[in-house]
């Protein structure tokens, strides 16, 4: 399990904090050249998250299926990601215009977004800090001393 897997990829993602207290986070794909060098000098209070992404269009809206695979601390975690334009039958939906919405993996509560029937999904998570402290990639990340 070198990472040399048949569609591998690398990525970054750097938070800081702005005077006024937003968070600002930066993503990026960097190679793997990058990826080595950059681990050598990692945060060592931090996990390497490593997740699986499975990438599907249903109904004209696009999902991720990102599954963690490490640190083993999150378990069998599957976290859906989709993002869908604006419904025209419901205009107050709250996925309008390419909005992200987020579930957790293994129920209903769409929020405007036409899931799959092929995929069980528990509930949508939101931006409060109990879901942020469980599923944001930040605590997932953390090393428990």
């Given amino acids: 399990k070198d990472g040399h897997r048949l569609g591998s990829a690398y990525g970054q993602t750097t938070v800081k904090r702005t005077v006024d207290g937003q968070v600002v986070e930066v ?11 950059s681990h050598k000098n990692r945060d060592q209070s931090r996990h390497v998250v490593k997740q699986k992404r499975i990438s599907f269009l249903y109904n004209m809206q696009s999902f991720n299926i990102h599954i963690y695979e490490e640190p083993s601390s999150v378990g069998d975690l599957c ?3 989709a993002q869908a334009e604006a419904s025209t039958s419901n205009p107050s939906s709250p996925a309008k215009g390419g909005d992200d919405v987020d579930f ?3 129920g ?3 929020a405007g977004v036409d899931l799959p029937p092929f ?3 528990d509930r949508r998570l939101t931006s409060n800090k109990e879901d942020e402290k ?4 930040f605590s997932i990340s953390r090393i428990d001393e």
């Fill in 108 to 110: 209903t509560g769409n």
């Fill in 27 to 37: 993503k990026r794909i960097i190679t793997r050249r990058e990826y080595v060098a």
């Fill in 79 to 81: 976290i859906l990601h």
């Fill in 134 to 137: 469980m599923y944001g990639a």
């Fill in 119 to 121: 995929l069980d999904v």
């Fill in 104 to 106: 957790q993996a293994s």
